[in-house]
């Protein structure tokens, strides 16, 4: 198992909704397919794959070949959806082809099988941003009528911003076919830098590639856009005629992500969207996902007019804002939500967080609950708020992260059967000793029979104990006295531990590769992760079994590493500036 850094982030595309077609005339998105095949140097260029000639396309294709229409007749939404269709595509050419059907087989498979075929050939973006991309998705365009027809769909769903010159070059390409801003589902800027152009911010203006102007332009054209994902480095591009873009006129909008967000020009347009005289603002918003991880400047105005809004939120991230104990009860109960994060939000009272989670309808189903505080700062738990939310926490939740809550060894009972069902649990600063956290991951709940065979084990794969006075690098090496390294304690593979305890394990390799563990850190964060077979019985098996375990998990959006702290409101792994706020902060 590794560590993203940052790791390429896998494309999972919603398909595209075909246009409706009018008898006796094509549709629009035909008609941008009947002109677009004569610009596939367009594509090259918005994908960066200028390699592709008009000689490559086929040796053999004469000029008039290459003139000939390439689209098929696309029916109705009503009569079918690319996304929940079982049609097979053989019967969108039924009345356009008149003689014998001679494509190939693979032409003749459905759309949705067609659709998860080509999700693997779209890379969203390297890990340098500046290499080729999506040469292979691009080169299907001129397989045939039917791939370039699937191509299209899947080339321009997500679509990744490194840097300015690819939304400049994808955004005038819109603009001249803007049929194909219709196929736009996921904006992507979290990997977005002008760092690396040897361009300073005053010549990035004087550039005019990317601004608020042009976001607007390229947010008008995706009329069907359902996720927008922005990062730090565009903070005064996201103006008020952005925001109302997104809050007011983007009626399919599903996720909203504005990581890191804190420049004035964002706040203000955020104060200016967000207020009850502005008549445009929807009283039911679409957004299911929205993160404000980091937007610390954000005004408790705008957020209290924001959350009451969201009747069909699963995804909050408030990590590190100024939301309130009031505001947290002003979201619908309509919600269901399954991912939540208040980490660090400092206006907050403990005994009111605690009663939200346990009593307000949304929380009844949640997954994924980050509370982490700094202690040094502010502590929001105390031990009476711990005692009541370990003992009624529901049983879907699989990732808790409770650093810097009052946690003490009368806690232990609660946390061990909490052990049978977390997959990640996060104890950092917590008052407890070496034995005790031996005994959270013991099997059974400590109250059974003697001699009780059959014990329920343990499900917890990262552990985070960063900050424990009494975890050592030579208290947990000697497994005779602590098993937490041993191969018994499977299936924990992660152990989350301070910068001071992850350099001393990192001094001892020999007894490191005795137990089979090995360091790796990021940033400000180190972990301790099981790598080997080690010296112990049993080692082998348990080695086999953590390599075939990637770590990918429903809940986690398409995430397969422990610990994150950023909530993802689209699916694929987080790289960029998202990787800083979820793995290196």
């Known amino acids: 198992m590794a560590i993203p850094s940052p790791p390429i982030v896998p494309s999972i595309k919603t398909s595209a909704k075909p246009a409706d077609t009018v008898e006796g005339k094509a549709s629009p998105t035909e008609r941008c397919c009947q002109r677009y095949h004569q610009d596939l140097s367009g594509i090259c260029q918005t994908f960066e794959i200028s390699e592709l000639t008009e000689g490559e396309i086929s040796p053999t294709q004469t000029q008039s070949q290459l003139d000939q229409p390439l689209w098929v007749p696309i029916p109705s939404d009503s009569v079918i959806s690319r996304t929940s269709s079982a049609i097979d595509l053989s019967s969108l050419m039924e009345g356009a082809m008149d003689v014998e059907d001679r494509r190939a087989p693979i032409e003749r498979l459905p759309a949705e099988m067609f659709d998860q075929i080509m999700q693997y050939l779209a890379i969203s973006t390297h890990t340098n941003s500046y290499t080729t991309r999506n040469k292979d998705l691009a080169s299907c ?153 980091g937007c610390t400047t954000v005004h408790m105005a705008s957020l209290s007019t924001l959350l009451p809004r969201l009747p069909f939120l699963t995804h909050l991230d408030l990590t590190h804002t100024q939301v309130t104990d009031a505001m947290l009860q002003t979201i619908p109960h309509t919600a269901n939500l399954t991912h939540l994060s208040l980490s660090r939000c400092n206006r907050l009272k403990g005994f009111a967080v605690v009663d939200f989670l346990l009593e307000h309808p949304a929380c009844k189903n949640l997954e994924f609950l980050n509370l982490l505080f700094e202690t040094s700062r502010y502590r929001l738990l105390s031990i009476t708020d711990v005692d009541r939310l370990l003992s009624n926490l529901p049983a879907s939740l699989v990732s808790l992260n409770l650093s810097g809550a009052k946690i003490i060894s009368d806690h232990v009972p609660q946390l061990r059967a909490l052990a049978k069902q977390l997959e990640e649990l996060s104890v950092g600063f917590a008052d407890l000793t070496l034995h005790d956290v031996c005994t959270i991951l013991e099997p059974g709940y400590g109250n059974e029979d003697p001699g009780c065979k059959n014990l329920s084990r343990h499900t917890i794969k990262y552990l985070d104990l960063t900050g424990i006075a009494s975890i050592t690098p030579q208290a947990i090496l000697y497994t005779s006295s602590c098993p937490i390294l041993h191969p018994s304690s499977y299936p924990l593979q992660v152990l989350e531990l301070s910068e001071k305890i992850i350099t001393g394990l990192g001094n001892q390799l020999i007894s490191g ?72 902060h």
């Open 141 to 293: 365009l001129l397989v045939s009528r039917t791939f370039h027809y699937h191509t299209l769909a899947t080339l321009y769903s997500h679509v990744t911003f490194p840097h300015s010159s690819i939304f400049s070059k994808f955004l005038s390409h819109i603009q001249r076919y803007p049929e194909l801003g219709d196929l736009v589902r996921r904006l992507d800027f979290s990997v977005f830098t002008s760092v690396g152009l040897g361009r300073t911010m005053r010549m990035n203006f004087e550039i005019q590639k990317l601004t608020a102007s042009t976001l607007r332009a390229c947010l008008s054209l995706s009329s069907r856009l359902r996720e927008f994902l922005a990062s730090e480095s565009m903070g005064m591009d996201m103006d008020v005629g952005v925001l109302r873009k997104l809050f007011c006129e983007l009626p399919y909008l599903q996720a909203l992500d504005f990581c890191g967000l804190a420049h004035p020009e964002f706040v203000e347009g955020m104060a200016k969207v967000l207020t009850s005289t502005n008549y445009m603002l929807p009283e039911r918003m679409p957004i299911k996902r929205l993160g404000l991880h």
């Open 513 to 584: 590769k005795k137990v089979g563990w090995k360091v790796q850190d990021q940033g400000r964060r180190g972990w301790y992760v099981r790598a080997e077979s080690g010296i112990y019985p049993g080692g082998e098996e348990v080695a086999k079994k953590s390599l075939s375990d990637d770590g990918g998990r429903t809940w986690k959006m398409g995430g397969k590493w422990w610990g994150n702290r950023k909530i993802g409101c689209a699916f694929g792994e987080i790289s960029g500036i998202y990787g800083y706020y979820g793995f290196g």
